[in-house]
T-cell receptor, first 109, second 117 residues
């Protein structure tokens, strides 16, 4: 099966940088995704890494190390609206995703 | 990005009744859709994989006779919660995936909040 570990909560101030780590154990690894979910809403896709390295999309970046079974989501220039839950998810070559338990990010003024 | 819709967005029903939830991919064809359930403050739990034209693949512990899935076309999958009970109250979310150019992306519907009285 698959298992993922990410911190349950992270708190940061506006304008700061925060990194949310994710370690995983899986067979048939294909890629690592990150999703944002606000209270009461559905998840929205943020990023996908299939190869080692850093992918940058605006204020958000995601990193993957396949050899370490590790990835992280980096959020820069934090804004109040970034307060949400962030999930890492492993996509396997069986064609489905398994989600971590989520990290609740609280951005304070 | 691609759009996935769900209907209804919320439903309240009496215990023992059945509820059907529709999931549609609006601007792309999805041979595979996924159904998730999410309880408050918890992660998304994959219930089943819905394959167009064939039977759904259910995750361990999910009763296939209780959660009926039909993927009738490349743009529509339905989840029917049969004989619903209060413990079935949850947020049900569908998704469809796109794998183009090596980029995997999963598009989620807005979710359906089911409350069983």
């Amino acid at each position: 099966g698959q298992s993922l570990e990410q911190p349950s909560e992270v708190t940061a101030v506006e304008g700061a940088i925060v990194q949310i780590n994710c370690t995983y154990q899986t067979s048939g690894f294909y890629g690592l995704s990150w999703y944002q979910q606000h209270d009461g809403g559905a998840p929205t896709f943020l990023s996908y890494n299939a190869l080692d390295g850093l992918e940058e999309t605006g204020r958000f970046s995601s990193f993957l190390s396949r050899s370490d079974s590790y990835g992280y989501l980096l959020l820069q220039e934090l804004q109040m609206k970034d307060s949400a839950s962030y999930f890492c998810a492993v996509y396997t070559n069986a064609g489905k995703s398994t989600f971590g338990d989520g990290t609740t990010l609280t951005v304070k003024p | 990005g691609a759009v996935v819709s769900q209907h209804p967005s919320w439903v309240i029903c009496k215990s023992g009744t059945s509820v059907k939830i529709e999931c549609r991919s609006l601007d792309f064809q999805a041979t595979t859709m996924f159904w998730y359930r999410q309880f408050p403050k918890q992660s998304l739990m994959l219930m089943a994989t819905s394959n167009e034209g064939s039977k759904a693949t259910y995750e361990q512990g999910v009763e296939k006779d209780k959660f009926l899935i039909n993927h009738a076309s490349l743009t529509l999958s339905t989840l029917t919660v049969t004989s619903a009970h209060p413990e079935d109250s949850s947020f049900y979310i569908c998704s469809a995936t796109s794998l183009a150019g090596g980029q995997y992306e999963q598009f989620f519907g807005p979710g359906t909040r089911l409350t069983v009285l």
